[in-house]
């Protein structure tokens, strides 16, 4: 059973950073992708980065040179560095992972419980 933990959310002006961590723990894979998606209020959820098992990443656009995601598989976590945040950042994120390489931000099944990043 596979479990994600998500921590690191909090409140914060525009323009500084945030780091969320997210332990995963009990899969098996060997080819494996972790993402971060998030929510906003009223809007759908997107997905924001992704890296896979063997390291390749994807960003969606508005966060690409701000975002920077990264695995360290001997802690069995992911992280999403955050830099110059903006109000529109603000959503609740959400780690997720899937057993097969990046292809695209479909597919997740397993999913942490999410955690507030509220810009101001």
């Known amino acids: 059973h596979v479990q994600l933990v998500e921590s690191g959310g909090g409140s914060v002006q525009a323009g500084r950073s945030l780091r969320l961590s997210c332990a995963a723990s009990?899969?098996?894979?060997?080819?494996?992708?972790m993402g971060w998606f998030r929510q906003a209020p009223g809007k759908e959820r997107e997905g924001v980065a992704a890296?896979?098992?063997?390291?390749?990443?994807s960003y969606v656009d508005s966060v690409k040179g701000r975002f920077t995601i990264s695995l360290d598989k001997a802690k069995n976590t992911v992280y999403l560095e955050m830099n110059s945040l903006k109000p529109e950042d603000t959503a609740v994120y959400y780690c997720?992972?899937?057993?097969?390489?990046?292809?695209?931000?479909?597919?997740?099944?397993?999913w942490g419980q999410g955690t507030q990043v509220t810009v101001s």
């Open positions: 997720a992972q899937k057993g097969s390489y990046i292809s695209d931000y479909g597919g997740f099944g397993y």
């Open positions: 009990g899969y098996t894979y060997s080819v494996y992708c």
């Open positions: 890296i896979d098992s063997d390291g390749s990443t």
